[in-house]
């Protein structure tokens, strides 16, 4: 690891100053977790790293029925996954950061860290995209809010500007009558994912009718890809298991899989088909829908 400046900034707008005057060579510094590994592979060679844990009220979590949950960017894992609030309205979130790596992981990790990391197999960000998340971003003078799906530009990249800090994370509290689920297929405890899908369904006023659907499939591409045309097709439908298998096949046809250690791209695709039939199967009955056995295990 090479030698750095090493600064504290007290509040964002210094903290977005001192990126833009280092323009290039300053990285933000969270938790570190990902961060610090890539410096000690000198695969980031940063001059200067800013440290934000210094600034006030960006670990705070928060909730209001009106305008849902809101999550500061320096709040770690093991906080979203043991939230009481979030566990109960927010299930799917607080199932995605409870895969994250290892409890010391989650111990240190941060979710801003996580979404600004843009790693296609972070768990986070195909929970908050299946969420409908917005992030807000700020730098002096401006402050914008982006969807996931817009903020994920590509592998390990973001929409930041060089100046922009991720400063809060926006999530809305799902439509009444909704259950969603998040799972995750890897080899190991801590190993990264060979597919993750998120899924939120609402339930229609008539007897088993889907009225919304929203489908995330992660690590089978840059990043988390929003199936738009397999909630489409569940919308209106009655969910029966063909419904749901004709959703999966769709999904899964928008995967984009390399091949490596962890399988084939056919592989993988098959995978995310699998694990978007039991996701669904899973949302729908803890959105109140039909009863689908064990949905974790349900075949293929």
Known sequence: MEEF????????????????????????????VSLIAMMKNRLVRPGVLVNIKAVRGLDKISFRPRSGLRIGPLVIHRRVAAHPLIRERFGLLAE?????????????????????HADPNGDLAPALLCLDARLKLVRPGEKRVVSLDQFCADYYTTCLEADEILAEILVPLPARRSGGAYLKLKRTATDMAVVQVAACLTRDARPGVCALARIVIGSVGPYPILAREAAEHLVGKGLSPEVIEQAAALAAGQAQPGADARGSADYKKEMARIFVKRALKLAWERAGGSDWGDARSVSA
């Open 5 to 32: 400046r090493y600064i504290e900034p007290k509040s964002l707008r210094r903290a977005c100053d001192l990126l833009k005057q280092h323009q290039g060579e300053a990285k933000l510094i969270a938790g570190g």
């Open 96 to 116: 995605a950061a409870s895969e994250i790596g290892s409890p010391a992981i989650r111990n240190m990790g941060t979710v801003g860290g996580n979404l600004c």
